[in-house]
Protein backbone atom coordinates (compact mmCIF):
# COMPACT_ATOMS: atom_id res chain seq x y z
CA UNK A 1 0.00 0.00 0.00
CA UNK A 2 1.23 3.43 -0.72
CA UNK A 3 1.49 6.63 1.94
CA UNK A 4 -1.23 7.67 -0.38
CA UNK A 5 -3.39 4.89 -0.19
CA UNK A 6 -2.77 4.65 3.59
CA UNK A 7 -3.39 8.67 4.28
CA UNK A 8 -7.35 7.91 2.66
CA UNK A 9 -7.27 4.94 4.86
CA UNK A 10 -6.26 6.56 8.26
CA UNK A 11 -7.98 10.05 7.67
CA UNK A 12 -11.24 8.59 7.37
CA UNK A 13 -12.35 8.02 10.72
CA UNK A 14 -14.82 5.20 9.37
CA UNK A 15 -12.37 3.41 7.86
CA UNK A 16 -9.67 4.45 10.79
CA UNK A 17 -11.64 3.40 13.53
CA UNK A 18 -11.50 -0.51 12.24
CA UNK A 19 -7.71 -0.34 11.68
CA UNK A 20 -5.41 -1.53 14.72
CA UNK A 21 -2.35 -0.06 13.82
CA UNK A 22 -0.69 1.09 10.24
CA UNK A 23 3.76 0.31 9.89
CA UNK A 24 5.06 2.56 7.47
CA UNK A 25 9.00 2.00 6.60
CA UNK A 26 10.91 5.09 5.81
CA UNK A 27 14.50 5.46 5.11
CA UNK A 28 16.60 8.07 6.35
CA UNK A 29 19.40 8.28 8.61
CA UNK A 30 17.78 8.72 11.63
CA UNK A 31 15.91 4.96 10.86
CA UNK A 32 19.33 3.62 9.61
CA UNK A 33 20.56 4.05 13.40
CA UNK A 34 17.75 1.56 14.33
CA UNK A 35 15.13 4.37 15.60
CA UNK A 36 11.64 3.81 15.13
CA UNK A 37 8.84 6.23 15.54
CA UNK A 38 5.59 5.38 16.49
CA UNK A 39 3.24 8.22 15.36
CA UNK A 40 -0.14 7.86 17.81
CA UNK A 41 -3.46 9.50 17.36
CA UNK A 42 -3.59 13.00 19.00
CA UNK A 43 -4.79 13.55 22.62
CA UNK A 44 -6.94 16.82 21.46
CA UNK A 45 -8.72 14.82 19.29
CA UNK A 46 -12.60 14.98 19.03
CA UNK A 47 -12.38 11.36 18.70
CA UNK A 48 -11.90 9.84 22.20
CA UNK A 49 -10.88 7.07 20.79
CA UNK A 50 -7.93 9.14 19.15
CA UNK A 51 -6.82 9.40 23.00
CA UNK A 52 -7.53 5.95 24.21
CA UNK A 53 -4.65 4.34 21.43
CA UNK A 54 -2.60 7.11 22.02
CA UNK A 55 -3.08 6.90 26.17
CA UNK A 56 -2.71 2.85 25.83
CA UNK A 57 0.86 3.04 23.26
CA UNK A 58 2.27 5.62 25.95
CA UNK A 59 1.09 2.94 29.19
CA UNK A 60 2.61 -0.05 27.95
CA UNK A 61 5.06 0.88 25.39
CA UNK A 62 8.91 1.80 26.86
CA UNK A 63 8.36 5.01 24.38
CA UNK A 64 12.03 6.67 24.49
CA UNK A 65 11.57 9.56 23.71
CA UNK A 66 7.76 10.99 23.81
CA UNK A 67 7.19 14.06 21.74
CA UNK A 68 4.20 15.77 23.45
CA UNK A 69 2.87 18.41 20.62
CA UNK A 70 0.40 21.07 21.49
CA UNK A 71 -0.62 23.88 18.81
CA UNK A 72 0.16 27.07 19.20
CA UNK A 73 -3.42 28.99 18.46
CA UNK A 74 -4.26 26.61 21.66
CA UNK A 75 -1.11 25.62 23.51
CA UNK A 76 -1.77 23.64 26.08
CA UNK A 77 -5.51 22.66 25.84
CA UNK A 78 -7.12 20.93 28.32
CA UNK A 79 -6.83 17.68 26.79
CA UNK A 80 -3.35 18.18 27.08
CA UNK A 81 -3.65 18.87 30.79
CA UNK A 82 -5.92 15.61 31.09
CA UNK A 83 -3.56 13.32 29.29
CA UNK A 84 -0.94 14.52 31.08
CA UNK A 85 -2.71 13.94 34.07
CA UNK A 86 -3.87 10.66 33.30
CA UNK A 87 -0.29 9.82 32.01
CA UNK A 88 1.52 10.43 35.68
CA UNK A 89 -1.05 8.17 37.12
CA UNK A 90 -0.30 4.76 35.46
CA UNK A 91 3.93 6.26 34.63
CA UNK A 92 5.15 6.09 38.20
CA UNK A 93 8.95 6.04 37.33
CA UNK A 94 7.71 8.33 33.93
CA UNK A 95 11.36 9.62 33.18
CA UNK A 96 10.99 13.30 32.07
CA UNK A 97 14.42 13.48 30.65
CA UNK A 98 13.01 11.40 27.61
CA UNK A 99 9.79 13.63 27.06
CA UNK A 100 9.82 16.58 24.61
CA UNK A 101 7.37 19.35 24.81
CA UNK A 102 6.92 20.79 21.46
CA UNK A 103 4.74 24.11 20.08
CA UNK A 104 3.85 23.23 16.73
CA UNK A 105 3.06 26.42 14.36
CA UNK A 106 5.05 28.83 16.61
CA UNK A 107 5.44 30.68 13.17
CA UNK A 108 1.48 32.23 13.81
CA UNK A 109 3.01 33.61 16.50
CA UNK A 110 2.62 37.94 15.17
CA UNK A 111 5.19 39.16 17.43
CA UNK A 112 8.07 37.65 19.50
CA UNK A 113 6.62 38.89 22.45
CA UNK A 114 3.59 36.88 21.74
CA UNK A 115 5.78 33.67 20.63
CA UNK A 116 7.53 34.22 24.13
CA UNK A 117 4.07 34.80 26.24
CA UNK A 118 2.52 31.54 24.64
CA UNK A 119 6.04 29.33 25.01
CA UNK A 120 6.29 30.70 28.84
CA UNK A 121 2.37 29.94 29.58
CA UNK A 122 3.30 26.25 28.37
CA UNK A 123 6.20 26.04 30.76
CA UNK A 124 4.20 27.49 33.17
CA UNK A 125 1.02 25.12 33.02
CA UNK A 126 3.78 22.45 33.17
CA UNK A 127 5.47 23.79 36.15
CA UNK A 128 1.94 23.18 38.11
CA UNK A 129 2.58 19.01 37.22
CA UNK A 130 6.12 19.07 38.97
CA UNK A 131 7.89 19.48 35.74
CA UNK A 132 10.56 22.05 35.95
CA UNK A 133 12.84 21.88 33.26
CA UNK A 134 10.92 20.89 30.78
CA UNK A 135 12.88 20.63 26.82
CA UNK A 136 10.28 22.74 25.34
CA UNK A 137 10.87 23.62 21.48
CA UNK A 138 8.78 25.85 19.31
CA UNK A 139 9.19 24.39 16.01
CA UNK A 140 7.29 25.46 12.62
CA UNK A 141 6.43 22.13 10.80
CA UNK A 142 5.53 24.93 7.94
CA UNK A 143 8.56 26.04 7.37
CA UNK A 144 10.82 22.73 7.67
CA UNK A 145 8.52 21.14 5.34
CA UNK A 146 8.97 24.53 2.80
CA UNK A 147 12.64 24.27 3.44
CA UNK A 148 12.92 21.11 2.44
CA UNK A 149 10.62 21.39 -0.65
CA UNK A 150 13.31 24.22 -1.60
CA UNK A 151 16.07 21.73 -1.49
CA UNK A 152 17.31 22.89 1.76
CA UNK A 153 18.62 21.05 5.19
CA UNK A 154 16.34 21.72 7.64
CA UNK A 155 18.13 23.72 10.25
CA UNK A 156 17.93 23.50 14.09
CA UNK A 157 17.35 26.96 14.85
CA UNK A 158 14.98 25.69 18.02
CA UNK A 159 18.28 23.16 18.90
CA UNK A 160 15.29 20.44 19.12
CA UNK A 161 17.58 18.04 16.87
CA UNK A 162 20.43 18.33 19.02
CA UNK A 163 18.85 17.76 22.26
CA UNK A 164 16.45 15.35 20.76
CA UNK A 165 19.42 13.00 20.03
CA UNK A 166 20.98 13.69 23.27
CA UNK A 167 17.85 12.04 24.65
CA UNK A 168 18.12 9.20 22.07
CA UNK A 169 21.76 8.54 23.45
CA UNK A 170 20.51 8.78 26.85
CA UNK A 171 19.97 4.98 28.59
CA UNK A 172 16.66 5.23 30.10
CA UNK A 173 16.57 4.82 34.00
CA UNK A 174 13.28 2.96 33.93
CA UNK A 175 15.34 0.23 32.09
Do not use: W
Amino acid sequence: MSLAESHKMVANEKIACLIESVTMYYDCPFTKQGNVLVDTPGASSIHARHTEVAFHYIKNADADPILFLTYFNHAFSRSDREFLIQLGRVKDTFSLDKMFFVINAIDLAQTEQERKDVTAYVKAQLLTFGIRHPKLFGVSSKHALLERQNGGTLSDASGMDRSFMSGMNTPNKNC
